[in-house]
């Protein structure tokens, strides 16, 4: 698919506040600084679009971004950041919580997990939660350049393997890098398939 417009719409905290056109969305999720914001800027090809920064916790609203007037992709503050103390990661897992609960408009969640780190507590207790919840999710693997090919395919198939002790049947998997513009056309064809199965809008 190709993205021929993308723009920002609106940020809050509020999902009751969200777009009320209902057009179907693909939200990102993660640990703070694991490339969020980085990898929508990567699929649009718009650089400053979704903000970034190399210092932990930069989004903290709910950011939606109108795709060919079709479709939303959503950039969610990252869950986790120590540095925010207790009550700063309450606030912010209430507004992620909120939104991933609340939101029928929510087609997919993409749940992005660094690919240098071996599967984090944070992370699997966070996909176990989705699983309660009945959320539907994807895994996406950030900053495949930072690893050799040996290494990264390593370290996806230990994930994938610790996955499996959870999971009956793994989600769909992206290997990524914002950095290399890696796994692009896999994602956007993805979105593509879900909004062609959901009947068109
Ligand atoms: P919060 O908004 O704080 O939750 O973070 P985020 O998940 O949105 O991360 P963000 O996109 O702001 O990126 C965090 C840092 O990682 C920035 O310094 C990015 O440049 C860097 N980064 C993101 N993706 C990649 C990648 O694919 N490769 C490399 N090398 N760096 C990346
Ligand atoms: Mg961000």
Not at 15 to 29: H, N, Q, S, T
Request: charged share 25%; glycine share 8%.
């Amino acid at each position: 698919m190709e993205i021929r417009n993308a723009s920002f719409v609106i940020s809050n905290t509020d999902v009751a506040k969200c777009p009320g056109d209902g057009l179907p969305e693909y939200a990102f999720i993660g640990r703070s600084n694991v490339g969020k914001s980085s990898l929508i800027n990567m699929l649009t090809n718009r650089k400053g679009l979704a903000m970034t920064s190399s210092m932990p916790g930069k989004t903290q609203l709910i950011n939606h971004f109108i795709i060919n007037d079709e479709w939303y992709l959503v950039d969610l503050p990252g869950y986790g950041y120590a540095q925010r103390g207790k009550v700063g990661r309450e606030n912010i897992r209430r507004i992620i919580d909120g939104y991933i609960l609340n939101r029928h408009e929510m087609t997919c969640l993409f749940v992005l997990i660094d690919c240098r780190h071996e599967p984090q507590k944070i992370d699997l207790e966070f996909l176990e939660w989705l699983g309660e919840n009945g959320i539907p999710f994807c895994i996406v693997f950030t900053k495949a350049d930072k690893l050799g090919p040996v290494r990264f395919r390593e370290n996806v198939e230990a994930y994938k393997k610790r996955l499996l002790e959870d999971w009956e049947e793994l989600p769909p998997v992206f290997c990524t890098s914002a950095e290399k513009k890696q796994g692009k056309t896999e994602l956007l064809d993805y979105i593509e398939s879900v909004n062609n199965s959901l009947g068109g809008h």
